[in-house]
């Protein structure tokens, strides 16, 4: 009999057959070819980043658990990474990722802010397995938001700046313009230091309200100790 470490996929096997009787040879039959199949591997499992993550790194690493392959064929890997559910666009491929023991990853070149889409798939050297499921996406945010302030505003409704200062008794209105095109604004937090910020003295902090648009707002009354 023919056992498995005989045999290699792809190759073609007949059979041939002589009857003889003796004295005599009969007539030499051959079989159709016997082609050796392939097991293809399976696909690998997603492994980190978790689904629906959200990263400030623009090169992220991509890991996977490795595919099963019934053949013991030594494994690599194909990544993918789109800005498009359907891979229409392609932001990041390697097709030459060789397996690492248990995990294999990859870590992407420099992507844009935005959301992507990432699957993999393995191969034997022979065949492809199919692509990983479910899709994962990630989202990267590298630009921290942009903000403006609009306007500084007392009771009167009177523009507050550097030539036109406040006193004390006095409700102040903060109006700040914040922008952040990739992942919008969770909140605002408003800090005023006495002298210097970060090393001076924290006289007020608190949240800011969203008015409209990308407009927030406070509103802070002036006294001696805030």
Do not use: C
């Amino acid at each position: 009999r023919i056992v498995r470490e005989e045999t290699l996929q792809r190759q073609q096997w007949t059979v041939s057959v002589t009857p003889h009787d003796t004295y005599n040879e009969g007539i030499n039959m051959t079989s159709n070819a016997v082609t050796i199949a392939n097991n293809i591997p399976s696909a690998p499992k997603l492994f980190t980043p978790i689904n629906n993550t959200n990263t400030t790194d623009n090169t992220v690493i991509l890991a996977w658990n490795n595919s099963a392959d019934a053949d013991d064929d030594l494994l690599s890997y194909i990544l993918q990474v789109s800005s498009a559910s359907d891979f229409s666009i392609t932001n990041y491929t390697n097709i030459t990722i060789q397996q690492t023991s248990n995990t294999t990853n990859d870590t992407t070149t420099v992507l844009a802010d935005g959301r992507y889409y990432w699957r993999a798939r393995a191969n034997d050297g022979y065949d492809n397995s199919t692509w990983s499921t479910p899709t994962y996406t990630f989202t990267v945010d590298a630009t921290a938001p942009t903000f403006n302030i609009v306007n500084v505003t007392n009771n009167t409704g009177a523009i507050i700046n550097t030539t036109s200062p406040t006193g004390r008794n006095q409700t102040l209105n903060f109006t700040i313009d914040v922008t952040d095109p990739t992942m919008g604004i969770q909140y605002v937090l408003l800090t005023i230091w006495q002298t210097i910020a970060t090393t001076g003295v924290k006289l007020w902090e608190g949240f800011l309200t969203l008015i409209g648009g990308n407009l927030w707002n406070a509103t802070v009354y002036i006294n001696t100790s805030y």
